[in-house]
């Protein structure tokens, strides 16, 4: 396995997360080209002991020995990494990609697997079902998602956000383009019902939370989910990529990962994240 975004508060658990899985070993541990840990032991840094993998900056050769490459670092990054991917695998959790980005992303498809999901925590796959379901019970209630993370935190709404709410929007049957509505401000007037707004809260060391309102006349629903520890991301982004090994190239989704067999399409993917 490699990791790109190795130093970062995410890639730092996936390396160690690596280390402790026996099956593993660490190919690579890569970061920017101006970074201040250049150099270091991978394992060191990552507090589980040398490794023998120093942090490598992006470029050629950079992924080294590795099958798998385990992304978690910017969007800017991933763009420049994956001319170097070759044949490799990719397992993303990086947040915030432009067009261009995932359409670099669909093109590494063709030659090798990949698997994007905005959060790797089973609560949130467990969360979107939840959600699917109520969506469709409450056909009246107006839906809403706030979420809240730490201060360093660069996108809002968050990967996690957006997601929650085009499942919501795919099972009211309403198009997320059109549907997504980001915060209020001024004299927006009556609130229409085919609309989902958005909200992103800000502040402090809050790893993440998401809740999604149903609100009906009468009666209200929160649906919500908190992680508390960041290494669950960690976690199911190295289980993803475990499965990952045996795929064909293609879009596979956390759902294929979790289910008991792979769903497929023309291309062996569940097509498109
Ligand atoms: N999907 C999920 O479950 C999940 C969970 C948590 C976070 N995330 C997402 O994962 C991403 C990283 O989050 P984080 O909180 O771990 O960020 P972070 O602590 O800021 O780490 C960013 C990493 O990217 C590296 N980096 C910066 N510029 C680079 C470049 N030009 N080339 C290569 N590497 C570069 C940094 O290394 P240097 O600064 O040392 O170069 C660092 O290792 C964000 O998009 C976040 O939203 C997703």
């Not at 490598?56 to 992924?63: E, I, K, N």
């Not at 409450?138 to 809002?156: C, G, M, N, T």
């Amino acid at each position: 396995m490699a990791v790109l975004g190795a130093s970062g508060r995410t890639g730092r658990l996936v390396v160690a997360a690596i280390a402790a899985d026996p099956a593993l070993s660490l190919a690579a541990a890569v970061v920017g080209g101006a970074s201040s840990h250049l150099g270091l032991d991978a394992g060191a840094l990552c507090g589980v002991g040398v490794l023998g993998v120093p942090l490598t900056a992006v470029g050629p050769g950079c992924f080294g020995e590795a099958e798998v490459v385990i992304d978690f670092s910017l969007p800017h990054a991933l763009a420049s990494a994956l001319p170097h991917l070759g044949a490799r695998g990719l397992v993303s959790g990086t947040t915030g990609s432009s067009t261009p980005l995932l359409e670099q992303l669909e093109a590494h498809s063709l030659r090798a697997p990949v698997l994007c999901a905005a959060n790797f925590s089973l609560g949130i796959e467990l969360l979107k079902d939840l959600l699917a379901r109520a969506v469709v019970a409450l056909p009246s209630a107006d839906i809403e998602v706030i979420e809240a993370h730490h201060r360093h935190k660069r996108d809002a709404p968050s990967g996690t956000a957006l997601a929650l709410a085009e499942v919501a929007a795919r099972a009211r049957g309403l198009d997320p383009q059109r549907a997504l509505v980001h915060g209020r401000r001024g004299a927006v007037g009556p609130r229409p019902t085919d609309q989902i707004g958005l909200h992103a809260l800000r502040g402090g060391d809050v790893t993440g939370a998401h809740t999604v309102w149903l609100l009906a006349d009468g009666e209200r629903i929160a649906l919500s989910h908190e992680a508390s520890d960041r290494s669950t991301f960690a976690r199911g982004a190295v289980r993803a990529a475990r499965w990952l090994l045996d795929r064909a190239p293609g879009r596979y989704l956390l759902a294929d990962v979790l289910a008991p067999e792979p769903r497929t399409t023309s291309r062996g993917g569940s097509g498109g994240v």
